[in-house]
């Protein structure tokens, strides 16, 4: 990467320890003052005491205020060639739709959720579990973050028809009936990252969750933890 010497200040708000992590050794190669933070409270006293030229939100699932995105320039990780794929869990909607890769896409926060004009896209492959795919997702965030240093970017309204997705639910982690193995390796796979509510079945009484699915000549190997309900 080739790093401006700016002294200027930077925050990024994410959630989870590997960003947390990530933060901690790509934030050094940077000029500038770097800030972290995973939370909305972190986030306003950070604003309290710093002026950041951008905030970029790698992993987030709170709203932001529109006086923050008023007074400074906000940038959010979209994991969708927007305006398609608006809103909520969009890994698991993209592979629940079949999709094999998409795109990562920067754009400016505004008050409509992911209606913000576009800074720029990066390829992305949505292959693994997803966990290995945010960690991706966070590699590639800050490469696109290395442009936005360097190159100071300017958003251009999204162009294309709008599909918006929905949230979805931890009830919408049962695995439902009449898939195909590749099917479910699909369900299983795009539930299996930390805090998210595993891909399930339920069997006498008990509660089947599972993670760690392979899918190699036709079988289906994953492992099952058995809760009792």
């Known amino acids: 990467m080739s790093i401006k010497s700016e002294n200027l200040q930077y925050i990024v708000a994410a959630k989870g320890e590997w960003n947390k992590d990530l933060f901690e050794s790509n934030s050094k190669l940077f000029s500038g003052d770097w800030f972290y933070c995973n939370s909305i409270r972190e986030l ?107 190159n100071n970017p300017i958003a251009k309204p999204q162009v294309g028809n709008v599909v918006n997705f929905k949230r979805r639910t931890p009830d919408q982690s049962l695995i439902p009936h009449g898939l195909s193995l590749e099917e479910v390796y699909n369900y299983i796979r795009m539930l299996d990252a930390p805090d998210y509510p595993k891909a399930f079945i339920r069997s006498n009484g008990c509660r089947l969750e599972f993670e760690s699915a392979e899918f190699i000549d036709n079988k289906l190997i994953a492992k099952v933890t058995f809760i009792k309900e």
């Open 44 to 150: 306003d006293a950070l604003l309290n005491r710093t002026a950041p030229k951008y905030i970029f939100f790698i992993h987030w699932s709170w709203i932001v205020s529109s006086d923050i995105l008023e007074k400074f320039e906000c940038v959010c990780f979209h994991m969708t060639d927007l305006p398609f794929g608006r809103g909520g869990s969009p890994l698991q909607n993209l592979i629940a739709k079949g999709h094999k890769d998409t795109v990562l896409t920067a754009l400016k926060m505004e008050s409509g959720i992911d209606t913000g004009p576009v800074y720029y896209k990066r390829a992305l492959s949505l292959e693994g579990a997803a966990k290995d795919i945010y960690f991706r997702v966070t590699d590639l965030s800050w490469q696109m973050i290395a442009h936005f240093v360097n």
